[in-house]
């Protein structure tokens, strides 16, 4: 069974880099037929993907998020990272974790969100 969970700061200052990790158990982010997602909700709005890392290390972004969002992964520890460089207050949300088969799919594991302010 697979299970995922979000960590990192709950509150961010403005111009501060927002970085997440997501933590996965019960099976290994490099194996085939599993891609790794970055998801957002701010509050009061619907969710927003925003990338992905696959098992094997190719990473896909939005085109509506800016180029200094990045996604990062360590094999050893099974975990994949968000970096969100310069952040803004209307970055403020709450951030998923999720996992697809395929670039594309649908969303069949999540872990559970946490909740991140950018705000001085």
């Known amino acids: 069974q697979v299970q995922l969970q979000e960590s990192g700061p709950g509150l961010v200052k403005p111009s501060q880099t927002l970085s997440l990790t997501c933590t996965v158990s019960?099976?290994?982010?490099?194996?085939?037929?599993?891609?790794w997602n970055w998801i957002r909700q701010p509050p009061g709005k619907g969710l927003e993907w925003m990338g992905a890392?696959?098992?094997?290390?190719?990473?896909y972004y939005s085109p509506s998020l800016p180029s200094r969002t990045s996604i990062s992964r360590d094999t050893s520890r099974n975990q994949f990272t968000l970096h969100l460089s310069s952040a803004m207050p209307e970055a403020t949300a709450v951030y998923f974790c999720?996992?697809?088969?395929?670039?594309?799919?649908?969303?069949?594991?999540w872990g559970q969100g946490t909740h991140v302010t950018v705000s001085s």
């Open positions: 890392i696959s098992s094997s290390g190719v990473t």
């Open positions: 019960g099976g290994s982010i490099t194996t085939d037929y599993a891609v």
């Open positions: 999720a996992r697809t088969r395929y670039v594309g799919g649908e969303f069949d594991y």
